[in-house]
């Protein structure tokens, strides 16, 4: 990073390199700063950065992933199917019938957690060259996330670069 290039917002943190190749890594007031997956090398990544100049266009929306938010319900109403027949028919099971009520807490927090929290930012950086390159945050890390995704906005909209 050059001494007038200051940074704007960082997407994804070094410790999470492997689990979100080929993303947006971060944006600074010169660079757009790629994480690209990279098959022979001993970390799987390397960092690009693409000119700031090369992009036309930065589109942002705030997403809602249906295939997680579904899930979460589909086992949310699962956990709770089971828990009224073991209420109803819990008497005709045998004595010695161990029923795993950690595992079922677990998975009704997980399935509550996915159904309610699923919320996420996506952005997507159009290059001159037909390019894409985007970041989307994890489902339920928009809060974690909301500070640095609106200084790149906030950055966006005052390069004239920001589209809704």
């Known amino acids: 990073m050059s001494q007038s290039e200051k940074q704007i917002g960082t997407l994804i943190l070094p410790a999470d390199y492997l689990h979100a190749l080929n993303q947006v890594a971060g944006v600074t007031s010169e660079n757009i700063v790629y994480l690209k997956r990279k098959f022979v090398s001993s970390a799987g990544w390397e960092l690009v950065k693409y000119p700031l100049r090369d992009c036309f266009e930065i589109h942002y929306q705030k997403e809602l992933p249906l295939a997680r938010i579904i899930g979460g319900l589909l086992i949310c109403a699962l956990i709770i199917a089971i ?11 045998e004595a010695n019938t161990k029923i795993p009520l950690l595992a079922l807490a677990a998975a009704g927090a997980w399935g509550v957690k996915a159904a309610f929290g699923g919320r996420r930012h996506r952005l997507k950086f159009k290059m001159s060259d037909g390019s894409t390159l985007s970041w989307k945050s994890r489902a339920g890390e928009r809060e974690l ?8 906005v906030e950055f966006a909209r005052s390069k004239g670069l920001l589209t809704s």
Do not use: A, F, Q
Not at 83 to 93: A, K, P, S
Not at 145 to 152: A, F, L, P, T
């Open 83 to 93: 828990v009224v027949l073991l209420l109803v028919y819990g008497g005709d099971l």
């Open 145 to 152: 996330m909301k500070d640095n995704v609106e200084s790149v």
